[in-house]
């Protein structure tokens, strides 16, 4: 391979030219490229997700039809009437008008998991702000990457985009992709991946945006609708095989309903596993000395997991579903897993149940997604209160809520933030308004508190902090 250093060189060379022309485009004009963009990935939706489910062997293609639809459409519906361009907001009463500039080039990382869908979510915001897009595909999804990449690339141009507005690295490896990320004329890092990777980006020496990992525990309360639990959960945990990091990883429930609980998942077609059961299914599942998931079972159906670890379970199984006793080392299967694997907590009280949320919450998705099912009010209201989540989803499959724009009105997005305790700078879902720099014009106001003072009040050892106060909003 060329030197990784020349060719990042190049490529932010050509994304900074991009940048500087791009600054220039109207909103009209910048609205034209995004909905072409949109429209092209939208038409592509199916072939795109054949392509991927072919070249990753993860999950399901159908269900990448709907992600890529969800990454196109609803995206799309979501940022299209946004202000990025100019004036964005002029408030009156302060005296303030916001102005949106673009930020430059962004360097857009993409997971194995969601590769088509992420490229089409990630290129979309980055076009409605107006910033040149760098792409990293996963190498273990690198062509129906490309394809993504040009057919976004190609409606982009035919819309009078600037050259080089989108660009994907050809030739995938550890040293291009840092020093991409460490380039003085890069902009911001959009991180979606591996917890090391996220690590680097964020190390990077540029901001950057990333996402931590899930670990999603889901709470159904006394008061909920056991049925209607247990079928968002499979619809969610089921879905492209639980590729999502915010599809649910535990049950948590009080015993006295867990008998109605277990039934209800039987009953939809899920298995739980027996002690000797478990123990097979951990050795396949996760990595006990990384303490997270084993690749290779990412994204694949319980009945190749269970094949894989040597266990037999009725066919048309949807989901494995463990009975654990604690989180951490010695339960293994309560980390992350993306695939249609569960852990199962009976708690002997509320109390305990929340406490085993908090548990499952700190063992390795801080401030990403909790989900409860409940119709107290006040279960909800507390659950809330007390979880270090960025979403707290109710009475809906997570997977499908905490994306936005399905069963909610959050803002739709492959990039889900988990604030200060997943190491990141918000807990909202990142759209285009987090690709933004705003400029704040700010006028002398005509009640101004600056009312002439020159500093003798401070002189005046006799002048009290109470008499400051009182002239102080006297001449405001």
């Known amino acids: 391979m060329d030197n990784p250093q020349l060719i990042a060189d190049m490529m932010l060379d050509k994304a900074s030219i991009a940048a500087g022309v791009f600054q220039q485009f109207s909103q009209n004009e910048t609205d034209l490229i995004v909905e072409k963009v949109y429209k092209a990935g939208f038409n592509n939706r199916v072939r795109l997700a054949r392509m991927a489910h072919e070249e990753t062997e993860l ?17 799309y519906e979501n940022i299209k009437d946004i202000r990025t361009v100019g004036i964005i907001s002029e408030d009156r009463h302060t005296g303030i008008v916001e102005i949106a500039q673009p930020l430059g080039p962004v360097f857009a990382i993409i997971p194995v998991t969601n590769p088509t869908s992420t490229i089409l979510y990630k290129v979309l915001i980055s076009l409605k702000t107006r910033n040149p897009v760098i792409i990293s595909a996963h190498r273990k999804a690198q062509e129906c990457c490309r ?14 985009a600037p050259d080089d507005c989108i660009q994907i690295i050809d030739e995938h490896s550890r040293e291009l992709t840092h020093a991409i990320m460490s380039h003085p004329k890069l902009a911001l890092i959009l991180a979606t991946g591996g917890t090391g990777l996220v690590k680097a980006a964020y190390s990077s020496g540029n901001p950057a945006i990333g996402v931590g990992p899930g670990n999603v525990p889901v709470f159904i309360d006394r008061s909920a609708d056991i049925e209607f639990a247990a079928d968002n959960v499979i619809m969610s945990k089921t879905f492209d095989n639980g590729t999502i990091c915010a599809s649910e990883q535990s049950i948590v429930v009080e015993s006295d309903i867990s008998g109605r609980v277990r039934e209800a998942f039987i009953a939809k077609g899920c298995y739980f596993l027996n002690n000797d059961e478990k123990s097979k299914l951990e050795q396949v599942v996760v990595d006990r000395e990384k303490g997270s998931m084993n690749g290779d079972i990412v994204g694949k159906s319980a009945e190749f997991i269970a094949e894989k670890a040597g266990i037999t379970i009725p066919s ?3 989901i494995m579903i463990a009975l654990l006793e604690g989180t951490g080392k010695g339960n293994p299967l309560s980390y992350e897993i993306l695939a249609p694997v569960l852990g199962y907590y009976e708690c002997s009280s509320y109390q305990e149940a929340i406490k085993t949320c908090i548990d499952l919450n700190y063992l390795g998705g801080i401030g990403h997604t909790a989900s409860i099912y409940a119709n107290d009010e006040q279960r909800i209201t507390e659950f809330a209160r007390i979880m270090n989540a960025g979403r707290i989803v109710v009475n809906t499959p997570s997977a499908q809520g905490a994306v936005g724009g399905l069963f909610n009105t959050l803002n739709t997005s492959f990039t889900l933030g988990c604030g200060t305790g997943g190491k990141n700078i918000t807990t909202e879902n990142i759209t285009a308004q987090h690709l933004l720099n705003i400029q704040r014009v700010t006028r002398r106001r005509p009640n101004q508190k600056w009312w002439g003072f020159n500093g003798e009040y401070f002189l005046d050892e006799s002048y009290d902090d109470e008499k400051i106060v009182k002239e102080y909003h006297k001449n405001s």
């Open 147 to 160: 394809e993504t990449v040009r057919i976004c690339y190609e409606a982009a141009l035919d819309a009078g």
């Open 59 to 75: 999950g399901v293609w159908q269900h990448k039809v709907i992600k890529n639809v969800v990454a196109s459409l609803l995206v």
């Open 316 to 318: 048309g199984t949807k």
